[in-house]
């Protein structure tokens, strides 16, 4: 693994401020901010508390197969344990993190960026890709 990924921190390359949701939102409303945003996840969330995340993957293919019923919120499926690291964490903790929480050798793509139980960014395996690669 590079060096560079001691050094580098989360807080360094993580995405501030991160668009969120709220727990009582319609998924389609939710799928919607997802496109019109580019984003591939977003974090739920009720008064800065993190509840849990949804992703562009999860929603798309559910909306497509027409699995959820007229007036499906966000907090009846979103994933409730959620992958999060800290902003003083390195980059080679957050992939760590990402292959940890990864299913069948995969890995996952996002980590919620939290400190003192509040969310303060997102850093997604893109992120981490363009950090070394302007390194």
């Known amino acids: 693994m590079p060096k560079k990924l001691d050094k580098i921190k989360v807080k360094d390359v993580m995405t501030k401020n991160p668009i969120k949701v709220k727990p009582s939102e319609d998924v389609v409303f939710a799928f919607e901010k997802l496109m019109k945003h580019k984003i591939s996840a977003l974090p739920v969330e009720d008064n800065g508390k993190l509840l849990g995340i949804v992703t562009a993957t999860d929603l798309g293919h559910n909306l497509i197969l027409d699995n959820y019923k007229l007036g499906t919120i966000v907090e009846q499926v979103m994933v409730k344990d ?23 050798e995969g890995i996952i793509n996002q980590l919620v960026v939290t400190e003192d139980d509040k969310i303060v960014g997102i850093i997604s395996d893109g992120d981490i890709i363009k950090a070394l690669k302007e390194s």
Do not use: R, S
């Open 82 to 104: 959620v992958a999060t690291i800290k902003p003083d964490n390195t980059l080679k903790d957050a992939i760590e993190k990402m292959y940890e929480y990864g299913q069948d």
